[in-house]
């Protein structure tokens, strides 16, 4: 398994700012993932981080909304530009292991 | 297109009422099912991987079996602490797309 950290755990945002979350791992991985859970949908795949390129977006996804860093193997953040209340949402950070996807505890986010 | 359906959307049960929850997917084709559990306000906790029809893997109270078009979450003599949401996630096995695609999950209530 892998043991992933995220901060923060919640945030409440005024609209038009952005909010950067950080996501740890406790051990080298190649590919993370963020996620996008709002209440009764399901999990929604926003990209995948891959180390030393650029991020892969899914469709309805673009990097103005969400830019992407990975700088190493081990860490990456997403950020929620300009935000509106839309955006209000658990953001989650996941990575493969083995096969198996390993998600961080999220991200609680209302905007304002 | 792919596609997972979970029923019921919801279950209350008395402790010590066995039930199952039930997964329907279509995929051109699986690389595997995943079962996960949800505690409010965090993140997904991995369960299971199934990853052909008629494999069966068991973790205390919970029993997961596949067939070719649906996956079930045997939970034997729930207790309160089952209680959770419960998500499901199928794997295409076409090309090198390891994107999972999510059910809305079956949340589990168990009366002491």
Redesign the interface.
């Known amino acids: ?1 892998a043991v ?1 950290s995220q901060k923060p755990s919640r945030d409440i945002c005024q609209r038009g700012t952005s909010l950067t979350i950080q996501c740890q791992v406790d051990s080298q991985v190649t ?1 993370m993932f963020w996620y996008r859970q709002q209440p ?6 926003i990209a995948t981080a891959n180390q030393g390129s650029e991020a892969t977006y ?1 469709s309805g996804f673009v990097i103005d909304k969400f830019p992407i860093s990975r700088p190493n193997l081990t860490f990456s953040t997403l950020t929620v530009s300009n935000m509106s209340p839309e955006d209000s949402s658990i953001y ?1 950070c ?1 990575v ?1 292991n083995q ?8 991200t ?1 986010l209302l905007v304002l | 297109e792919d596609q ?1 359906t979970q029923s019921p959307e919801a279950l209350r049960l008395q402790e010590g009422e066995s039930s199952s929850l039930n997964c329907s997917y279509t995929v051109s084709g699986l690389r ?1 099912l ?1 079962w ?1 559990r949800q505690d409010p ?6 369960l299971f ?1 199934l990853y052909s029809a008629g494999e069966e893997k068991e973790k205390e109270r919970l029993k997961a079996t596949l067939t070719k078009k649906e996956s079930f979450l045997h939970i034997t003599a729930p207790k309160p602490e089952d209680s959770a949401t419960y ?1 499901c ?1 199928v794997q295409d096995n076409a090309g090198n797309n ?3 695609i ?4 079956t949340s589990l209530a168990v009366n002491p």
């Open positions: 398994s992933i590919m009764g949908q399901s999990l929604t795949l899914e989650l996941s493969t096969e198996t996807q390993y998600f961080g505890p999220g609680r | 997972v595997g995943f996960y306000g965090k993140g997904p906790e991995f991987t998500l996630a390891r994107k999972l999510w059910g809305l999950g």
